[in-house]
């Protein structure tokens, strides 16, 4: 039971990718859906996060305006678009499902997946 990220690669700065994240195991329709990454050598962080129904979402400081989340609940999957790519975007991305909601987070569910790659070049 957890979320998988996909869709990581390695990309020029300015460049763009659209990561995925899709459930194995449930339904992530009832959950909301966040976005982390690890820089090597960080601790893992948030990035943005997309409410149940999708009408709430919100981003970290350093990618408002590049980073947009969506979800498409006919395919039960959240996107992070990334555009403006920059090196300090470099790390692995995952997505976890937490409840009740981004910002009242009463617990997680299911287990991190392997996340995705991404790798920004100067």
């Known amino acids: 039971v957890q979320l998988q990220a996909s869709g990581g690669g390695f990309v020029q700065a300015g460049g763009s990718l659209r990561l995925s994240c899709t459930a194995s195991?449930?339904?992530?329709?009832?959950?909301?859906v966040r976005w982390f990454r690890r820089a090597p050598g960080k601790e893992r962080e948030g990035v943005s996060c997309i409410g149940r129904y999708g009408y709430s979402t919100d981003y970290e400081d350093s990618v408002k305006g590049r980073f947009t989340i969506s979800r498409d609940k006919a395919k039960d999957t959240v996107y992070l678009q990334m555009n403006s790519l920059k090196p300090e975007d470099t790390g692995v991305y995952f997505c976890q499902a937490q409840y009740p909601t981004c910002t009242q987070v009463a617990g997680t569910f299911g287990n991190w997946g392997p996340g995705t790659q991404v790798t920004v070049s100067s």
């Open positions: 195991g449930f339904s992530s329709d009832d959950y909301a």
